[in-house]
């Protein structure tokens, strides 16, 4: 639910490695302000409605974006104090910013040059939740299917197996229809689905994440030709990089009992203040690996 704009640098370096220059960070960022629905920023939502918007958020996108309700926090007094400590411990980390130049310049300007300048210090992080609760393509696809069922068809239990190419022109898929025919579902079907086909009208849009889009340009003919070949797959692009240096984005929460007083917060690293008072203890919290830890009232 996070939603963070990368660094300036970020983009900008994906444009020199890739000598495209579409991926420069002032050409991205047209993406976002269409992306973005933000908010958290009132005045500065009706300042960018009149034509000014030097932050350069989005005010009419369909992703929704709003601060964290803080109220829980505020009131119990053992969170306030775990944020306003990992605060100053960051803080005497990494520096601290240049608050002169900060008084000297407006809001706007700041959150400008954070992602300008890539600047690292203590900041909310927007979410992407309307009320407080959780939006994201899931509701953008299902609002588009209800207002235009002539433009938007989702089809359910259907597995695409291969995209088809005439010559190296993507030109659909092929897909499987049947229910659990994901051999990696936990209770996957022992039958093959019936086999279909999808045509584009433009072109073909593959969404399936870190491992199963490569893997999916692999069975299609897109990727190493050694492993292709050894997997006897036609090969109709050789490139070595597709399914090489994977990486995706898990947390794995861990949640232990430990017999210390309730609300007491546990910190990763021993020497730190908050991991000496519980010393003392009483019953129950709740940790986590993260640097900080959630605390259970």
């Not at 996108?61 to 605060?87: C, H, M, Q």
């Not at 980390?93 to 400008?112: F, M, N, P, V, Y």
């Amino acid at each position: 639910m996070i939603f963070a704009y990368p660094h300036n640098t970020d983009w900008d370096e994906l444009a020199d490695l890739t000598g495209d220059p579409t991926w420069r960070a002032d050409h991205m960022r047209t993406y976002f302000q269409r992306l973005e629905n933000c908010e958290h920023r009132t005045w500065e939502r009706l300042r960018g409605k009149l034509g000014w918007n030097p932050s350069r958020h989005g005010w009419g996108g369909w992703l929704n974006v709003e601060k964290a309700a803080p109220e829980e926090a505020i009131r119990d007094r053992t969170i306030r104090t775990l944020i306003f400590d990992s605060a100053r411990e960051t803080l005497n980390e990494i520096g601290r910013a240049d608050a002169g130049a900060d008084r000297q310049s407006g809001r706007s300007q700041r959150l400008a040059r954070v992602v300008r300048d890539a600047e690292v210090g203590v900041r909310y992080t927007p979410l992407t939740t309307k009320n407080h609760q959780r939006v994201g393509t899931r509701e953008r696809l299902l609002d588009v299917r209800d207002r235009h069922p002539d433009k938007l068809k989702i089809e359910m239990n259907a597995l695409v197996t291969r995209v088809i190419f005439e010559g190296t022109r993507a030109v659909g898929v092929e897909y499987q229809k049947g229910d659990r025919l994901y051999r990696a579902d936990s209770k996957p079907s022992a039958n093959d689905g019936e086999v279909r086909q999808a045509r584009a009208g433009r072109e073909v849009i593959l969404a399936g994440g870190a491992f199963n889009t490569p893997q999916l340009l692999m069975l299609s003919g897109v990727g190493p030709e050694k492993v292709l070949n050894q997997h006897k797959i036609k090969i109709v692009a050789p490139l070595d990089g597709v399914g090489q240096n994977l990486q995706d984005r898990y947390e794995v929460a861990v949640v232990n009992r430990m017999n210390f007083p309730r609300g007491t917060c546990w910190r990763t690293r021993r020497s730190r203040p908050t991991t000496r008072r519980f010393a003392s203890g009483r019953t129950t919290a709740k940790a986590s690996t993260s640097r900080t830890a959630r605390c259970c009232r």
